[in-house]
């Protein structure tokens, strides 16, 4: 993205992709075309926070900033996929034969590299989407504590009325927003899953239909027939 896109939301609220606001944007960095680096980020009057101008973006007006587990992981699943199938299509090349194997093998030799070193990688960012869910799970934990504590003081008086439905209201907006990252963060990991099975090669069993038992041929025997001896 561009300064110039950017510029106009100094001094504004920075939300992230589940409409949660993260702080106010103090400043952008750009390189010498223009593109953004990065922008600084005040959080709460406590620090400032450096976002990669990758995870930038304007939604509705508004700057967006991609969640880091998010943007890992969608990187990661592109290059995975990307490698995958040109992985595929030297393997095609090379038995059609159409082109010298010394050049093929070399590329294929890369390709097996890189997969392997995005392999590595994979294990890492699927770390930390876990480590997210568990997070979101604990602040989940937390939400639900604070809202019986809420409702137990205005149950008993000690709340006024207006007081426990702003506080309510602000306690379910957040939890609502952690579900949905929770449930993006289960497809992603479920995708990057799928992705890592493909590009390691697996294949998928298929099961054969078991043949018919076929009954066994009979032969020609004649039916059984009673023998009555008669005396005298």
Do not use: C
């Not at 939890?175 to 449930?183: F, G, I, P, R, V």
Request: net charge neutral; proline share 2%; aromatic share 4%.
């Amino acid at each position: 993205m561009k300064i110039e896109e950017v510029a106009g939301s100094i001094g504004r609220v920075v939300f992230d992709e589940y409409g949660r606001e993260i702080g106010i944007l103090v400043s952008v960095s750009a390189d010498a075309e223009g593109y953004v680096e990065y922008v600084e980020i005040k959080v709460e009057d406590l620090r400032l926070e450096k976002v990669e101008g990758e995870r930038v973006k304007i939604t509705d007006g508004k700057l967006t900033v991609i969640p880091e587990w998010k943007h890992a992981a969608i990187k990661l699943i592109d290059s995975l996929d990307r490698s995958y199938k040109r992985k595929k299509g030297v393997e095609e090349m090379i038995a059609k034969g159409e082109i010298p194997g010394e050049v093929l093998k070399e590329l294929e030799r890369k390709l097996t590299e890189q997969i392997k070193k995005l392999k590595m990688k994979a294990k890492e960012v699927e770390a930390e989407i876990k480590k997210r869910i568990e997070k979101i799970d604990y602040q989940n934990m937390h939400i639900a504590r604070a809202m019986a504590v809420l409702q137990m003081t205005y149950f008993s008086g000690e709340v006024g009325e207006r007081q426990f439905e702003q506080g309510m209201t602000h306690l379910k907006k957040l939890k609502e927003t952690l579900t949905k990252e929770k449930e993006e963060a289960k497809e992603i990991l479920d995708k990057l899953s799928k992705t890592l099975e493909l590009a390691s090669g697996s294949k998928i069993a298929v099961k054969t239909p078991a043949k018919k038992q076929e009954a066994p041929k009979t032969t020609n025997v004649p039916e059984a027939f009673t023998v009555k001896v008669v005396d005298g």
